[in-house]
């Protein structure tokens, strides 16, 4: 296959890429409504997902491609006296067909097919890693709406404290500190809020572009997070098989149509056709004979031996790392698995919300009643605030891992979708 060939294919599949985001690209999930809504549209209309079906497509064409023949080769020779006084012409034509020896076009098709294999199999490991990036997205942007709340309220009360102290007619050294106190932290808060913005929004942008559309922040969107739910995993030992799993095993597909391939490569092309040839030279009359050409390469020198080494190399690597892989993701479902059951533990003994939110305005009314420094009251938002941040890395850890786990067994789409 040439270089145009790739070419051209390279720029037909742009213009369809162009084509297909302009028309198609989120218009199939326009209303959204549930979360499933949500992640059923992202892998259907992330642009990696539409990238991915476009290399299926392109590779669904080439085993077209290999089943082209070759064209037949016509080679003319006219030969003219160069003496004046003679006349005549003498002409030889051969019309010749390739004919490919040695199952090289059966090998270039079983090798369009597995490309196409591979494809599909590098497509669900696309759309799995979409669909756990969108999952903790979601769930990160409904965390983030919990910590606003917190540093709103934490914001207003540290105004509340300060309009408190503004309304006295005069006020101790020690209430003047207070306030500078109150102000820095609450401008501190403030900064804060911002960075958690500025995350929220990069978040949005993300979303949008997953979807091919503008995402309105719904609460009908934002997963809900369930301890529960979060502790729910596989009880299976062994995997066997996955979308990872599928791709390499494709892989070696690949490298054992391209071990054939080679083979057939020992075999030289065969040119095989009528000829004809006329003379009519030196006014001697017409003399034509008709019969056939034959030529093809004599494999003396070499049978692509280094070719078929190459390949069977190739075949030993892709082998090798679908071996490697099994035992990699044995380890890393343990690793998974561990910090699941970490993250999980250290949610259970975390202190509930209502809690945190009693003991907050129990601090409040010791502060007002006068039995508390504002250094006290200061401290105890602070820790509200870690403690949300730090509830919430435990509550995505646990999350991440639990999808993790469902992604090595091969079941995430069963589970999610």
Not at 179 to 194: G, M
Not at 209 to 235: N, R
Not at 261 to 283: A, E, F, I, V
Not at 318 to 340: A, D, G, P, R, Y
Request: overall charge neutral; hydrophobic content about 35%.
């Amino acid at each position: 296959m040439s270089h145009r060939f790739w070419a051209t294919l390279a720029r037909v599949s742009i213009l369809y890429l162009c084509f297909f985001y302009d028309q198609g690209w989120g218009s199939s999930c326009q209303t959204l409504s549930t979360v499933k809504e949500v992640l059923a549209c992202v892998v259907e209309a992330h642009p990696r997902v539409i990238a991915s079906k476009l290399e299926i497509e392109k590779a669904g064409k080439l085993e077209d491609v290999a089943r082209q023949r070759q064209n037949p080769n016509l080679t003319t020779r006219n030969l003219f006296p160069v003496s004046s006084q003679a006349s005549g012409v003498s002409s030889e034509v051969d019309l010749s067909q390739p004919i490919e020896l040695g199952g090289k076009r059966k090998g270039r098709i079983e090798s369009a097919r597995a490309w196409g294999i591979l494809a599909s199999t590098s497509l669900r490991v696309v759309e799995e890693s979409i669909l756990l990036e969108t999952l903790l997205h979601l769930y990160r942007l409904r965390q983030i709406e919990n910590e606003l709340e917190v540093y709103d309220e934490t914001i207003s009360t540290y105004g509340h404290i300060q309009k408190q102290f503004k309304r006295r007619s005069r006020l101790t050294p020690e209430q003047q500190v207070a306030t500078s106190v109150f102000h820095l932290a609450e401008v501190d808060t403030l900064f804060q809020k911002t960075s958690l913005l500025t995350e929220k929004n990069a978040l949005l942008s993300a979303m949008e572009y997953a979807l091919g559309q503008k995402f309105t922040l719904q609460t009908s969107l934002l997963p809900v997070l369930s301890l529960d739910a979060v502790k729910k995993t596989s009880e299976s030992k062994v995997v066997k098989s996955n979308s990872l799993v599928e791709q390499s095993k494709a892989h070696i597909h690949l490298s054992q149509a391209e071990i054939e391939s080679q083979k057939t490569q020992r075999w030289p092309n065969l040119n095989l056709g009528p000829s004809y040839d006329g003379n009519s030279l030196g006014g001697k009359g017409e003399n034509h004979t008709v019969g056939f050409n034959l030529s093809f390469a004599i494999p003396i020198l070499q049978h692509n031996k280094a070719g078929i080494i190459l390949a069977r190399q190739e075949a030993a690597m892709t082998e090798k790392n679908l071996e490697l892989q099994l035992k990699s993701i044995e380890v890393q479902k343990k690793k998974w698995k561990l910090q699941h059951d970490l993250a999980i533990s250290a949610l259970e003994s975390g202190i509930k919300s209502e809690d945190i939110e009693s003991k907050h305005k129990k601090i409040e009314s010791l502060y007002n009643r006068g039995f508390l420094p504002s250094s006290m009251v200061i401290e105890a938002h602070r820790q509200v605030l870690d403690y949300t941040r730090h509830q919430h890395e435990q509550e995505i850890l646990a999350t991440e891992s639990r999808y993790q786990l469902y992604i090595l067994e091969g079941r995430l789409f069963e589970e999610v979708l």
